[in-house]
């Protein structure tokens, strides 16, 4: 009988891997690496697996619910498929930080939300920022392929894609990847689609995005009666939420949201009774990319904390 533990084994808790992580240790061996970006219900990502056992594939969800069913999909391939990791998270902020340079062989996308209304056009994924990024990722003579129904969208990543260190080349396809978009738009009449497949052929240098040490600070006094957290709004946003204190225990957490470079983290911060003052610190057993937003925030409650007395 399977356990849980079996369903969820291909999850990758990104927390616990290096900044980058060691995709060879985590695979428990060392093979061509691919990753698909958006992986839906899990098709595509199965079928690849299963179709290429000597390759390393990671696939990309954010949200649970497919990721889950597409967790159910691999458990229900017994023990063939030790070769997919996913990871639920943020693309972006997993390239930059979990995978090294010239660490991916090939990275596929299909269907992405093409987000079509035009004040939405700056959530798309494949801006020339983004597509840098992967061109760092991917090793020499590495491949990007996407594939998406609207045309608008198509013509956008092309344009995005002028002095990115890919050579260019665009089709249109039949149906054949057998994914839920790419059926949705089958029943709707539409009989071709937009791929668009990207050849490294230059190398541009993204680093990987180190961690910032975060410290801890103390305070002579604090009155939590008298906390008060003033919003820092900006390319780095921190928004006080709420905070809980225990009189009797003399601790309380703070729980902020920290917005910066497309990445959201809820955040909470202790302050802690000790003999010598009050201490300022993160909570352990979070999950979070210690960033410059969250060193920020964590500032900032030392600075409102000596305030409040």
């Known amino acids: 009988m399977k356990s849980i533990d079996d369903l969820f084994k291909p999850l990758v808790a990104y927390h616990n891997v290096g900044h980058p992580a060691d995709w060879d240790m985590q695979f428990d061996r060392k093979a061509p690496l691919d990753v698909e970006i958006g992986f839906g219900m899990g098709e595509f990502l199965v079928r690849s697996a299963k179709n290429s056992p000597e390759r390393n594939i990671?696939?990309?969800?954010?949200?649970?619910?497919?990721?889950?069913?597409?967790?159910?999909?691999?458990?229900?391939?017994?023990?063939?498929?030790?070769?997919?990791?996913?990871?639920?998270?943020?693309?972006?902020?997993?390239?930059?930080?979990?995978?090294?340079?010239?660490?991916?062989?090939n990275v596929y996308c299909?269907?992405?939300?093409?987000?079509?209304?035009?004040?939405?056009?700056?959530?798309?994924?494949?801006?020339?920022?983004?597509?840098?990024?992967?061109?760092s990722r991917l090793k020499a003579?590495?491949?990007?392929?996407?594939v998406t129904d609207f045309y608008p969208y198509y013509e956008w990543v092309l344009e995005q894609s002028k002095e990115t260190g890919f050579k260019v080349t665009e089709?249109?396809?039949?149906?054949?990847?057998?994914?839920?978009?790419?059926?949705?738009?089958?029943?709707?009449?539409?009989?071709?689609?937009?791929?668009?497949?990207?050849?490294?052929?230059?190398?541009?240098?993204?680093?990987?995005r180190?961690?910032?040490?975060?410290?801890?600070?103390?305070?002579k006094k604090f009155d939590p009666a008298n906390f008060h957290f003033e919003d820092q709004i900006g390319k780095c946003s921190v928004?006080?939420?709420?905070?809980?204190?225990?009189?009797?225990?003399q601790k309380g957490i703070i729980s902020l949201i920290v917005s910066e470079?497309?990445?959201?983290?809820h955040f909470w911060v202790s302050v802690i009774k000790r003999d010598?003052?009050?201490?300022?610190?993160?909570?352990?057993?979070?999950?979070?990319?210690?960033?410059?937003?969250?060193?920020?925030?964590?500032?900032?409650?030392?600075?409102?904390?000596?305030?409040?007395?």
């Open 261 to 265: 470079l497309e990445m959201v983290q």
């Open 171 to 208: 089709n249109t396809v039949q149906p054949q990847y057998d994914t839920k978009f790419e059926r949705k738009w089958m029943e709707a009449g539409q009989e071709e689609f937009y791929e668009i497949n990207m050849h490294k052929v230059r190398h541009v240098d993204v680093p990987v």
């Open 58 to 105: 990671i696939g990309f969800e954010q949200i649970w619910e497919r990721v889950v069913k597409t967790l159910k999909r691999i458990r229900r391939e017994a023990g063939l498929l030790e070769n997919i990791r996913i990871l639920r998270m943020d693309v972006r902020v997993s390239l930059e930080r979990l995978f090294g340079q010239r660490s991916i062989d």
């Open 210 to 219: 180190k961690d910032v040490k975060l410290r801890s600070y103390k305070v």
């Open 276 to 309: 010598d003052g009050w201490r300022i610190c993160k909570t352990e057993g979070q999950n979070i990319f210690p960033t410059e937003g969250i060193a920020t925030a964590l500032e900032l409650v030392y600075q409102a904390a000596k305030s409040s007395t």
């Open 141 to 146: 003579k590495g491949n990007l392929k996407i």
């Open 239 to 249: 928004v006080f939420k709420d905070i809980i204190f225990d009189e009797k225990k």
């Open 110 to 135: 299909l269907f992405p939300c093409p987000w079509p209304k035009k004040g939405h056009i700056k959530h798309r994924l494949f801006s020339t920022e983004f597509l840098k990024l992967v061109n």
